[in-house]
Structure formats: C-alpha cells, structure tokens
C-alpha cells in the first residue's frame, strides 16, 4: 500500500534530517559566537544527534533536553541558533511520533522556552508545527486516497478479465455443442439408427465432460435414457428433464450402466425400472430389479463392480450412492447428488 510504504519512509527519514538539521545549525552558531562555550554546544549537539540516525526509541528525549540545554547554557546569546533548532525538533517530531506522544512533548517544551527565553518563541514554534502536521495529515489523506483508487481500478481490471474469460468460454462451449450435441439431434432428426445415435451420443458426452464441470450442462435425464435404450434389458424409463454440468452426468451414465449390465448378469431377470428426478438443484437416480437379489454384505472385497463403479464414483462428486437387495426380492439403488450451493 502507497501510504503504508509512504508514512514508513517520512518516519525513517525523519530522525536523519533533524539530526543533520541540528548539527549544520549549530555549526553556523558556534561560528557565529567564536567562543570556547559554542564550540563546546556543537560538541554536544554532534554528539547527541548520533540518537537521531542510530537510536530512534531514544531521539525524542534527547532532542527534548538537546534543546533545553542550549537554551539555558545560551541565554541571551542564544539568538536564532536556538529558535531554530527548536522549530527544526518540533517539524520532525510531527513526522515521526502520533499526536497522543508530539502534543505533552511540544506542550512542554514550548512552556520550558518561554520561561528561558520568553513568549517571543511561541508564534514561529507554534506556527510551524500545526503546518508541519498538517502537511503530515495531507500527505497522509492523499496516499490512502491514491490507494483507494488504484484498488478500484484493480477491481474493475480483475472484473472485466473475468467477464472477457467468461464470454471466451461461453463461446467456445457453445462452439462445442454445435459440433456434437446440436449435430447428433440432427442425426436422431432425421431418422438415424438408434444405435448410431446412442453411440454418437456417449461420445458428445466425454468431450463435454472433458471441457470441466463448469463448462456447461447436460440434461441427466436425456444422457440416461440413452443408457436405457442400449442395455440389453427391457427397462422402463421415468425421466425428468434434469440439467447438471457435463461431468456429473458422465459419472451417472457409468454407474447406471453398471448397474444395468449387473442386472443383466447376475439379477436372472431382463427387466428393470430407471427413476430420473429432480432434488432441489440436485438429482437423484434410482435403478431396480425384481430379480433374485443378493446379501450386499457378503460381496467379496475383491469384487469391486459396485463399490468402485458406482458407490465411489458418486462419492467422489459429493453425492452418495446406496445399493438395497434382498434375496429373491430383487435390488435398488438410489443415487444422489446435491448441486453445490
């Protein structure tokens, strides 16, 4: 953030100009007064403006007693030397300290001048300091306003790139259907093979799973009729008009011819019943048999046909999948899966 990195660097830099300022001052005094005792103040003000570069924690007292100690050592020769080493500590102090620390400290100092030297000092000090902090305060307001707009600008930059990124793959998805879903509706228009059309079918549904489940939808329902149609079983279809992102129907068209190709298998029967709905945002899929059913308990681990191709599969989409059987009571599984909120 500009003000951060702002405010960071005037705070820095305040404690360096002060104690350069002071030293440069004090060296045209002590050039000034040509004694032994200014010599002796330069000195001593070299010395103590090291806490001005090395010391921060410690720069305001010094300065504080710096000040103090010219005024009193100096008296009436102090003239301009120590009225603006004075105003050159009180500027900097609105630079690197909070109001709550620079208002009891310029108070006192103020107080302690005016008692030396007399209130002749006020009106410069006091004047320049409520400039310095409000200078302080502009640049401050300025920069957070700066960064305010630059993180609007931001906003509407990462806004416009993920609308220019939305429309890019709405068009290519929608250039996408036209090349399978929209030419195989065709195909089935004009009377061609049902099986050509099943097959066609299944495969414009992995390319558009392949595109992600956030590329578009399929209707569940439709996918999993084509499932019903090629199983070698008689099923009797019920089916709702049921839209889900490409990649979830894939899941369902798997499973449920799993699970038609078990009934054909193992059930002993050639016919089952496939239940297509919605469930809020969600869908739900039930497949049943009147067959001879089985114990779902003592399915071996090795035989992973139901686990694997159906029960892990919906799970791994956040839905869930339970297969019920009894013996000679036939089979049914329901699956499920919630759309995201």
């Known amino acids: 953030m500009l003000e951060t990195r702002l405010l960071a660097t005037v705070n820095r830099l305040a404690g360096p100009i002060r104690g350069a300022g002071v030293v440069l001052i004090s ?21 103590t403006s090291i806490a001005d570069f090395r010391v921060p924690l410690v720069a305001l007292p010094v300065a504080f007693v710096r000040v103090v100690v010219l005024s009193v050592v100096l008296g009436d020769n102090a003239g301009q030397w120590v009225l603006t080493v004075l105003t ?33 000092v006020l009106v410069r000090a006091v004047l320049e300091t409520v400039l310095a902090r409000l200078a302080y305060e ?31 793959r709405e068009r290519e998805y ?15 228009a004009h009377g061609g093979d049902p099986s050509s059309v099943a097959a066609q079918a299944r495969r414009d549904l992995v ?11 399929a209707d569940l329902g439709a996918a999993l009729t084509v499932v019903a149609r090629d199983s070698p079983l008689t099923v009797r279809v019920s089916a709702e008009v049921v839209p889900v992102p490409a990649g979830v129907a894939l899941a369902f068209v798997r499973a449920v011819r799993e699970l038609l190709a078990n009934v054909a298998r193992h059930a002993g ?27 779902p308990e ?22 869930s999948a339970v297969v019920e059987s009894v013996p000679e009571r036939g089979t049914t599984a329901r699956l499920a899966w919630p759309a995201d909120d």
């Not at 640049?139 to 790139?161: F, G, H, I, K, W």
């Not at 089952?272 to 001879?292: K, P």
């Open 207 to 217: 390319v558009l799973a392949e595109r992600g489940d956030a590329q578009g939808t």
């Open 27 to 47: 060296l045209f005094g002590a050039f000034s007064l040509g004694t032994p005792a200014g010599w002796a103040l330069f000195g001593f003000v070299a010395l």
């Open 174 to 188: 929608l250039a996408l259907l036209h090349d399978t879903a929209a030419a195989t509706f065709l195909m089935a």
């Open 88 to 120: 050159s500590t009180l500027i900097t102090w609105q630079w690197q300290w909070p109001l709550r620390v620079t208002v009891p400290a310029t108070t006192a100092l103020l107080a302690i001048q005016v008692v030396v030297d007399g209130p002749d």
């Open 298 to 319: 003592a399915v071996p681990e090795h035989r992973r046909g139901l686990r694997g191709s159906v029960v892990d599969r919906l799970r791994a989409l956040g839905g």
């Open 269 to 295: 029967t050639s016919e089952a019943e496939l239940l297509v709905a919605r469930d809020g945002r969600g869908a739900v899929v039930v497949v049943r048999d009147d067959g001879r059913g089985f114990v």
């Open 138 to 168: 502009l640049l401050r307001r300025s920069s957070r306003r700066v960064d305010v707009l630059r993180e609007r600008a931001a906003e509407q930059n990462r806004a416009a790139a993920v609308a220019l990124d939305r429309g890019r």
